[in-house]
Nanobody
Framework: QVRLVESGGGLVQPGGSLRLSCAAS????????MGWHRQAPGKQRELVAA???????NYADSVKGRFTISRDNAKDTVYLQMSSLKPDDTAVYYC???????????????WGQGTQVTVSS
């Protein structure tokens, strides 16, 4: 069974920083894209950032220049460094991974349970 476990969420003041981590565990042969999404109350889930295995990144316009996604392939872990946080960044943050459990099984999307990020004074 594959699990993605996020950590690092919490309450932070506007202008502050947080670092989220997401570790994948279980039977995993290969991970392609890893990413972070978020969902605020009453809104649809949206992509925040994504990173391929070779390090190519993609960001939502709303977080460019403030958030940085990175990953450690040896640890099957993805990170999201968030700086200059705004109240609009308040949401539940979910990580996902497009992975193959064993050779030839095909790639499927797996999701973590989410971690709350609240930006408020």
């Amino acid at each position: 069974q594959v699990r993605l476990v996020e950590s690092g969420g919490g309450l932070v003041q506007p202008g502050g920083s947080l670092r989220l981590s997401c570790a994948a565990s279980g039977r995993i042969f290969s991970i392609n894209v890893m990413g972070w999404h978020r969902q605020a109350p009453g809104k649809q889930r949206e992509l925040v950032a994504a990173i391929t295995r070779d390090g190519s990144t993609n960001y939502a316009d709303s977080v460019k220049g403030r958030f940085t996604i990175s990953r450690d392939n040896a640890k099957d872990t993805v990170y999201l460094q968030m700086s200059s946080l705004k109240p609009d960044d308040t949401a539940v943050y979910y990580c996902n991974a497009d992975l193959e459990r064993h050779r030839g099984a095909g790639f499927y999307d797996y999701w973590g349970q989410g971690t709350q990020v609240t930006v408020s004074s």
